[in-house]
């Protein structure tokens, strides 16, 4: 008959192998009685459970290696996330900021009293600001895509096509010249333009102009008068 000897069925420790080196040992022992001997002797099971230890450890060091890496891939994820919330909340800003700005822009294109406008290389007007309605009765969806140049009283235009002609090399000048009102008469303006270039080329151009027939009147109201002056004077 045969009991364990320590209750637990079994131990396992280290222990020095005569060739050298430590091995891993699973121990048990148990009483052997006999008839009339409560202990007729010990047997002492000795297994060799090395392997079984060796990856026990590379499994426990590959879950604390894996454990590290998760916690360093978390930590590198809380950076980039705190990082990307910082980036959008800026770019939240930025956007309000420009919306803002054009808001701001724009307020300031439809209350001034000079037309704002764009033509291309061709001369067709791109953009002209809604003021124009205002100083020249048409509205913008009635100019844009037309040429500037058809609005322009007929004895001005070789003096405006010099004037892009220069503006197309750079050369910036203001101009006085007449442009057609919607109610078919003439308004003396004042232009004052720039060159637009992309990648050395010229692209088109951008300017803004003002009614100036009131200052031509007054103009030609005070020669008729220096002139008549002049006669009573003789």
Do not use: C
């Not at 800026?90 to 701001?104: D, F």
């Not at 020249?136 to 969806?141: A, I, L, R, Y």
């Not at 200052?215 to 008729?224: M, S």
Request: proline share 3%.
């Amino acid at each position: 008959q045969l009991r364990a000897a320590d209750g637990s069925g079994g131990q396992e420790g280290w222990r020095q192998h005569r060739g050298g080196g430590r091995i891993a040992i699973r121990f048990s022992t148990a009483f052997m009685s006999g008839e009339g001997y409560p202990v007729a002797g010990i047997i002492i099971v000795i297994h060799d459970i090395s392997e079984r230890k060796r990856a026990e450890i590379l499994l426990q060091q590959a879950n604390e290696t894996l454990e590290a890496s998760v916690a360093e891939r978390t930590r590198d994820l809380e950076v980039a996330n705190r990082r990307l919330n910082r980036e959008i909340e800026e770019r939240k800003a930025a956007t309000r900021a420009l919306a803002i700005s054009e808001e701001n822009y724009r307020d300031l294109v439809e209350n001034i009293n000079e037309v704002i406008f764009t033509v291309d290389p061709g001369g067709a007007v791109t953009y002209i600001s809604p003021v124009l309605e205002r100083v020249m009765g048409f509205s913008p969806e009635e100019i844009v895509g037309r040429q500037f140049m058809e609005m322009i009283h007929p004895d001005d235009h070789e003096l405006v096509a010099n004037r892009f002609i220069e503006l197309a090399q750079g050369v910036v000048a203001p101009s006085e010249f007449r442009l057609l009102h919607k109610d078919q008469a003439y308004r003396w303006i004042r232009s004052s333009s720039r060159p637009l270039f992309s990648d050395g080329q010229f692209v088109g151009a951008t300017g803004a102009f003002y009614d100036l027939s009131e200052q031509k009147l007054l103009e030609a109201q005070l020669h008729q008068s220096q002139r008549l002056e002049a006669i009573g004077t003789l």
